[in-house]
């Protein structure tokens, strides 16, 4: 299959222009290869190749590969001065292909190099101040990412560190992330600092049912009544999900943020044909297209492009 600007070429300007809303961007996963190569540079010892960090056009990694690339990544990005040049490569790549809103997402880490949870933070939002001094045409707003393999003790500590920068970042910090990889720990876990975070006004957004056959892991983290469900893949399959949690979600008016170039290249959905999108589309559920991560950025842009074609009647929601 020819790919999209090759069958219309008119096309590619217009959907590259076309104002955007991305609200699914894991900041270490939307690394472009230029950024990549940049960090490689600084730290020639590690021995790392670009290639090891990104998912080639045409090929696809298992969602276990997927959360090992950003395990390498994390080793290139590993003092305030890399989240910072993350942040403003990653947020001008954005606004490149016209997107306008933008919410970054990412989760505090401290290296052995001096970095702390909370300069990590100070760093990303360094990068979107600056960036805005620069006059880049976005809107750039940061959840922070609570990592499911930190545990619930990290948990905390990190939904107070959310809870701090809420209160001073004059609206940056809008809310709380729950992420990363779906088959470590249990929701139940999880409950009281995303409750605490719930109680302090941050808004929640919550990846869940990612993976088949986690009907009570999901129902746990949707009787939170997130703002938002990231992916929500299995929620409408036979393979874990059910009508209770699609009625769910339905009752609440819970948006779901799709990803289709993600679920395809980690190969939890087997084609964009019987991607989850089509469902949600079609009992005209509120959702939104999101491109997130583990594609280079030409790929993304081609993603938009198509994506954008099928679905120019898709309602866009976000946390404003």
Not at 171 to 198: C, H, I, R, Y
């Amino acid at each position: 299959m020819m790919e999209a600007e090759e069958q219309q070429p008119w096309k590619t300007t217009f959907y590259s222009e076309l104002p955007k809303v991305e609200l699914h961007a894991h900041l270490n996963g939307s690394i472009s290869s230029n950024t990549i190569k940049k960090l490689i540079a600084k730290k020639p010892g590690l021995k790392i190749h670009y290639q090891m960090t990104m998912i080639d056009k045409g090929k696809k990694r298992t969602l276990e590969e997927c959360f090992q690339m950003f395990q390498i990544i994390h080793q290139l990005t590993t003092g305030p001065e890399d989240i910072l040049m993350v942040t403003k490569d990653v947020i001008k790549e954005f606004a490149d292909d016209g997107v306008k809103y933008l919410e970054l997402r990412s989760t505090p880490r401290e290296s052995a190099t001096g970095m702390t949870k909370k300069t990590y933070v100070e760093s990303v939002l360094e990068g979107i101040k600056q960036s805005k001094q620069e006059n880049i045409d976005i809107d750039v707003r940061y959840l922070i990412s609570v990592d499911r393999r930190g545990g619930p003790s990290v948990a905390k500590e990190t939904v107070k560190l959310a809870e701090e920068f809420f209160l001073s970042t004059e609206d940056t910090v809008l809310g709380l992330d729950l992420s990363g990889d779906p088959t470590v720990g249990q929701a139940k876990d999880f409950l009281e600092p995303l409750l605490e975070a719930k109680k302090s006004g941050l808004k929640l957004a919550l990846h869940l049912s990612e993976i088949p056959n986690q009907k009570k892991e999901t129902q746990v983290l949707l009787d939170l009544l997130p703002d938002r469900i990231g992916h929500g893949t299995f929620l409408n399959s036979l393979e874990g999900g059910s009508l209770d949690l699609v009625d769910f979600v339905r009752q609440h008016q819970i948006p779901l943020e799709l990803c289709l170039t993600s679920n395809v290249k980690s190969q939890t959905v087997p084609s964009y044909k019987q991607h989850h999108f089509g469902f949600w589309y079609s009992i005209l559920h509120p959702a939104v297209i999101c491109v997130r991560c583990f594609v280079v950025r030409p790929m993304i842009r081609v993603f938009l492009q198509h994506t954008f074609l099928k679905s120019t009647s898709w309602q866009l929601k976000h946390f404003i």
